[in-house]
């Protein structure tokens, strides 16, 4: 069985890159402070409460919480969505194969004791064709808990990015990414994962954002999720994530914009 690597925060880049290839995901230990991750885990809190229940289904878990919109809900957020530790790596992975890319799509999980395993499942499964060595997409779940074993760290299927069946993997096949607060688990868009089982008697919640090839389209539809107003507080590089950017001078103009807001790949 494949173990997922784990990097110190000052690891070198190249290294982590290469696992990344190699197995599929990779994680990085104590990326961001505890100070941000629980200012992070305040702002998203009361909306956890009023609104995490609404995505509950069969897929989804019945007994966790979901939110979508992040950067509407949480500013803090951005320094996550925008690290540059995790935009270096992804530009390595996803720029050979686009101008620019953007935020697929930005959740908070948060998994309730008594969940089961979630159906074992690939982030790239959204879009109905693959090219051979090219990654649509690249995932970032950040820990603003502990990931245990025993509360649900994420389930990943090192080197299922050969795009093996789902139904092939067999328990012997996965292992949990188990991680401290505030540190990151970094994984292809075409590696077979999934929540875990939440044994313990807490919950335990993440940050997942991906990031996706800029000609694709947008799993979470930023431009209507985030309001304009919102969207305009961020500063460039969060705003490019957003989508407001030309795609390799073609894709996605608006020539429209009296604020030139949309900015030239």
């Known amino acids: 069985m494949v173990l997922l690597q784990t990097f ?7 290294p982590l890159v290469s696992a990344l290839a190699t197995d599929g995901g990779v994680v990085i230990a104590d990326l961001a402070s505890h100070d941000l991750i629980d200012q992070i885990a305040r702002e998203l809190r009361p909306h956890f409460d009023i609104e ?11 007994k966790t919480l979901r939110l979508g919109g992040i950067l509407a809900l949480s500013s803090a957020s951005q320094k996550l969505i925008a690290h540059p530790r995790v935009t270096e790596i992804a530009d390595h ?7 620019n890319y953007r935020i697929g799509s930005c959740t908070a999980i948060e998994i309730h004791p008594g969940e089961e395993d979630q159906a074992l499942h690939r982030d790239d499964d959204i879009y109905p064709t693959r090219i051979p060595q090219v990654e649509f997409q690249i995932g970032a779940m950040w820990a603003l808990d502990d990931f245990t074993e025993d509360n649900g760290a994420t389930l990943i299927a090192p080197g299922s990015q050969d795009l093996r069946q789902i139904s ?3 328990e012997a096949d996965l292992v949990q990414a188990t991680m401290t607060k505030g540190s990151v688990l970094l994984y292809l868009g ?8 939440n044994k313990s008697q807490l919950p335990r919640s993440g940050l997942i954002n991906t990031y996706s090839l800029g000609w694709l389209r947008q799993e979470e539809n930023q431009y209507l999720t985030i309001p304009r107003e919102i969207a305009d507080r961020y500063p460039e590089n969060v705003r490019r994530l957003l989508g407001y950017q030309v795609h390799d001078e073609h894709l996605g103009v608006y020539p429209g914009d009296p604020d030139g807001f949309w900015f030239e790949s």
């Open 190 to 197: 075409s590696i077979i994962h999934g929540g875990g089982a």
């Open 93 to 99: 992975v996803l720029k050979p194969h686009c101008a």
């Open 168 to 170: 092939d993997v067999t």
């Open 52 to 62: 995490g229940h609404k995505f509950q289904n069969d897929f989804n878990g019945h």
């Open 8 to 14: 110190d925060n000052r690891s070198d880049t190249e």
